[in-house]
């Protein structure tokens, strides 16, 4: 698994008592001097092989941060009043510290929300998790049956995921997150997730499929059809704020109404990840070296990455807009997901490879026709080296295949983002002057 | 923001003596501060700084009236920020303060 994304978190702004109305959005827009919170990959080791895993996790990487360094890392955390993490991986609770660094963290003042996909979560462990109010904890599910999600995350991860569930439920933790990337194949089992997760008193979060990591490799195959998004969108739409989406789907907000959450692309400005081996990156979704803005283990440490990086600074510099600017729809969508355009090959001021308008499609399918895909070349895998993994965990009668695109490196500078990612902290905030 | 209060916020009473709750965190920010409750796991903003003075006021104020009025909140201000004192007290961002 690795979606661990940023909520469970419902941001309101309180008091705007007596005079004109601060936008906060274009607050965000510049940056913060720390970010509000983050998401932190703890290990890229995992014992899954997700096919669409966005870090593609797989192995353990032996730079991965110490013990120490990490509570180091939490210690300047909590100095920056960095409000809580969003932990992931891999699979977080492997590294044989996990639940030590939870504890650490809660103790200094560092929220934690954990993902994982259920494999380490004894009895015992759910207790202690129900007890610690620091913490929340998101279980990562893919299909609401055993075929359509096993095809995804590989074979048992269903019913391991199911006994997590149950282990929570059991030990009294209302509240989890049941998290799910909306694919073409789960997509009709919205409603399904949604019982499964009422009956473990667990809330229904629903995420975009990002074409980053290996989610590269299946993206064509798996994200859903324009008809999909639809229903995707009117399906949330009549949900409202009673599931969790991250803001990720506001590359939907063209096509009517907007969904809760406030529309700004967070990356670089109020969040940011931090890898396994202290690498500082954009956003979860952007683990690539064109997003790459430091290390901790550098002089100065996070803070200095965050303040100084000149790839954050790029990030905070004002909108432009690009191609999408005379689009009637921009403010809206304002351009889609930076990460969805890099790792599909789109310029990045350019409209999202799902645009409700189709005009991303229009560009794949113009990109594609010229005989080969320009996707960049990921800079960083941790995949388990032999495809035999996917084989055995991942493949099973709905798995498609995995396609093979002739990667040709591209340098694309990056221009902010206009969106909202799935690392928005500032779901559910509403505002009295809309989503802007 | 919605337009309507909350109940609770249209109940808040000034005359008690009040407490940022002891699991919420402030952050001073240029627009105002950002409040992290790290049981509820809610965010919120205050969105001015004259709040954010009103609030880091109101542990050592006998009432949250009075907090306002060190703040230099006036008459004229002051049913504004009752209203943000409630929503604050709505999402348990604020606390009553038991007598001492």
Known sequence: ?436 | MSTTLDPPAAAFDLDRPWDLHPRVSLRREPFGALAYHFDTRRLSFLKSLDLLAVVESLGASPTAGEACRAAGIDDERLPAYRRALGTLAASGMICERRPR
């Open chain 1, 1 to 436: 698994m690795s979606t661990p994304l940023a909520e469970g978190l419902h941001a309101r702004p309180a008091p705007e008592p007596d005079r004109a109305p601060v936008r906060l959005v274009d607050q965000f827009q510049l940056g913060l001097d720390a970010p509000i919170c983050l998401t932190w990959e703890l290990t890229y080791a995992c014992n899954l092989a997700c096919v669409h895993c966005l870090s593609s996790s797989g192995r353990r990487d032996p730079r991965e941060l110490t013990t120490a360094e990490c509570r180091a890392l939490i210690d300047e955390f909590e100095r920056m009043q960095v409000f809580y993490v969003n932990i992931g991986g891999g699979e977080p609770t492997v590294r044989a510290d996990f639940w030590d660094l939870v504890e650490y963290a809660t103790g200094h003042h560092v929220g934690v929300k954990f993902s994982t996909n259920g494999s380490r979560l004894t009895p015992d462990v759910a207790t202690l998790l129900a007890r610690n109010p620091g913490v929340d904890v998101q279980i990562s599910l893919d299909g609401a049956t055993a075929d359509v999600n096993d095809a995804v995350r590989g074979s048992g991860s269903f019913s391991t995921a199911v006994t997590a569930m149950e282990r929570l439920a059991a030990a009294g933790f209302t509240g989890f997150k049941l998290s799910v990337v909306v694919t073409r194949h789960n997509v009709s089992q919205l409603d399904a997730f949604a019982a499964i997760a009422a009956r473990y008193s667990a809330q229904l979060r629903l995420t975009r499929l990002r074409p980053s990591g290996r989610g590269a490799d299946v993206w064509d195959e798996l994200h859903p059809t324009a008809d999909q998004q639809r229903r995707l969108y009117d399906w949330l739409v009549a949900r409202g704020e009673s599931v969790l989406t991250g803001d990720s789907f506001f590359h939907l907000a063209g096509y009517g109404d907007p969904l809760p959450g406030l529309n700004l692309c967070g990356a670089g400005r109020v969040v940011c990840l931090v890898d396994p081996v202290g690498d500082v990156y954009a956003c979860p979704f952007a683990i690539h070296d064109e997003f790459l803005a430091g290390n901790v283990r550098s002089p100065g440490g996070f803070a200095a990455v965050w303040k100084d990086s000149d790839r954050f600074a790029a990030l905070r510099a004002p909108d432009t807009g690009g191609a999408c600017r005379s689009c009637g729809l921009y403010d809206a969508c304002r351009g889609g997901c930076m990460a969805a355009k890099f790792f599909t090959g789109l310029p990045l001021d350019g409209p999202d490879p799902e645009c409700v308008l189709g005009h991303g499609e229009a560009t794949l399918t113009s990109r594609d026709a010229g005989g080969r895909a320009e996707v960049p070349a990921p800079s960083q895998d941790h995949s388990r080296r032999s495809r035999a993994d996917h084989t055995a965990l991942g493949a099973g009668p709905g798995r498609t295949p995995t396609r093979t695109v002739e990667r040709v490196p591209v340098a694309l500078v990056p221009r902010r983002p206009d969106r909202a990612c799935d690392e928005s902290p500032l779901t559910g905030l509403r505002t009295a002057h809309g989503p802007r």
